[in-house]
């Protein structure tokens, strides 16, 4: 258990429970931590997002990907709208605080793109959310300490174990070559399921 890559869908919805605790940014985070696990989202690539990115009238999610990763535009489903309109109702909130208060502070700095926020209103860093998964973990009891990529793993293996096609998960994913797919349905008894009936 000590060397699994990837966190359990449950143990995903744990560390959404807990964030649900946090009053400060808890609707963010949850937000934030839904979509990696649902779009399978690398840290630097859910930090990087622009509020642009995000089309709720047709709910679709644009991902950009990095490391020469496929960029694909994918359905926003009805959770996921949910959170996203949370959170930007909060995001709007927290702008509004700050300009109320940038009279007193002198000019702060405010990403106005940056989809997910820090409480300085820079866009949040990679870090910063390293350490709060690492915390909600803590929080939830997992029995291993999560890091970000694991929600990436987490979204492979759930696609997997909902039967989806190998090539089909490496485009959601966007893994240029296959061979970082296949850990995901090689491990997969259900994929056989289907072979001599």
């Known amino acids: 258990d000590a060397d699994r890559k990837h966190l359990t869908p449950l143990e995903v919805d744990r ?3 807990v964030a649900k ?3 400060r940014t808890g609707i963010r985070d949850r ?3 839904f979509l990696m696990f649902r779009h399978g989202l690398r840290v630097t690539e859910a930090c990087a997002m622009r509020l642009d990115q995000v089309d709720l009238d047709s709910r679709i999610l644009h991902v950009e990907r990095l490391k020469g990763g496929l960029s ?5 489903r009805a959770e996921e709208l949910r959170m996203l309109k949370n959170w930007l109702q909060e995001r709007s909130r927290w ?3 700050w300009d109320r208060g940038k009279s007193r502070s002198g000019t702060m700095h405010l990403d106005r793109q940056a ?3 820090s409480t300085r209103g820079a866009a949040l860093s990679r870090k ?3 350490a709060l998964l690492r ?3 803590e929080d939830a009891g997992l029995s291993l300490p999560p890091h970000p990529h694991m929600l990436r793993h987490a979204c492979g293996f759930a696609l997997a174990d909902q039967g989806a096609d190998t090539r089909l998960i490496q485009d959601y994913l966007g893994h240029r070559n296959i061979q970082h797919t296949v850990r995901y349905t090689a491990t997969n008894a259900q994929r056989f399921e289907k072979l001599w009936r």
């Not at 694909?72 to 926003?76: F, K, M, R």
Request: hydrophobic share 40%.
């Open 15 to 17: 560390l959404l429970q």
């Open 21 to 23: 605790d946090n009053t």
């Open 31 to 33: 937000c934030l931590i």
């Open 72 to 76: 694909t535009t994918q359905p926003l």
């Open 95 to 97: 702008l509004r605080q």
């Open 115 to 117: 989809l997910f926020l």
């Open 128 to 130: 910063t959310f390293w």
């Open 135 to 137: 915390r909600y973990g």
